[in-house]
């Protein structure tokens, strides 16, 4: 199943690639306010989910663009976010990923992020490991928030939280080493997976920005929870992940 999973994202990855060589061709509308889709979107979901069935008829689909696709009786859901971080890619910034989890039972058990534009595919299995291609990857071994790099993502589709937000920025801002926002999350939790942050927080993701990097990150060695410290980010789109120490830190500094 991990592998249907890359040769999906790898897939979506070269759709992705071949259009970034001419995003003057772009048709880009926009679902909601700061929230755009383009039909890059829609072809690499469509090729993910092609490859899917292709192998998998039965089971259940949850992804960005084409919504809900239930499977009576199937154990088996797919979480699909065909391009994480459209805006940046709109813009020719690159930073932006295919993001593919499957869950069993409703347990995250395998998932893919793949970053079509450095070529750098993360995996994680649960219960084997996190690897970035093939070299298998820890989160860092920070232990002090003000010695962290901590990633974000601004609520710009929650814009009521805006003040909460900025409050919390202000916290993180003078109590970490660094605070930086790339615009795609599921590529940011990939990050923490691997020691490039040391923690991470947003507010108001889908289920198809986290799922997969979240795994990744518990894989490598590190936690993830909502900003409660409980266990409903997945439910209520609000994350914090970090390693073992940051975290808590960072909750701490959150609720402040």
Not at 43 to 56: D, G, P
Not at 126 to 146: E, H, P, T
Not at 235 to 246: F, H, L
């Amino acid at each position: 199943m991990l592998n249907i999973a890359v040769k999906a994202a790898r897939r979506a990855g070269s759709i992705i690639n071949r259009a970034a060589l001419n995003r003057e061709g772009l048709e880009v509308r926009a679902k909601h306010r700061n929230d755009f889709v383009t039909q890059v979107d829609k072809a690499a979901e469509e090729a993910i989910l092609s490859v899917i069935r292709q192998a998998y008829p039965d089971h259940a689909v949850l992804a960005e663009e084409s919504g809900v696709t239930e499977s009576a009786g199937s154990e088996y859901r797919w979480i699909i976010d065909p391009l994480d971080g459209t805006t940046n890619f709109i813009h020719g910034f690159p930073q932006y990923c295919v993001s593919i989890a499957l869950q069993h039972r409703g347990v995250t058990a395998h998932g893919v992020v793949y970053d079509p534009a450095r070529n750098e595919l993360f995996t994680a299995s649960k219960g084997r490991g996190a690897y970035l291609d093939d070299r298998r990857i820890r989160v860092s071994r920070c232990a002090q928030l003000k010695d962290a790099l901590v990633g974000t993502g601004f609520p710009f589709k929650e814009l009521a939280r805006l003040d909460l937000y900025s409050r919390q920025l202000r916290e993180l801002m003078t109590g970490s080493a660094g605070v930086r926002r790339a615009g795609a999350a599921a590529l940011d939790l990939a990050y923490v997976a691997c020691g490039r942050l040391d923690a991470f927080w947003e507010m108001g993701l889908a289920p198809w920005d986290m799922a997969a990097g979240a795994l990744m990150i518990q894989e490598a060695g590190g936690l993830v929870s909502d900003l409660a410290g409980a266990q409903g980010w997945l439910e209520n789109g609000d994350i914090a992940a970090g390693t073992p120490k940051v975290l808590a830190q960072l909750l701490a500094a959150l609720r402040a």
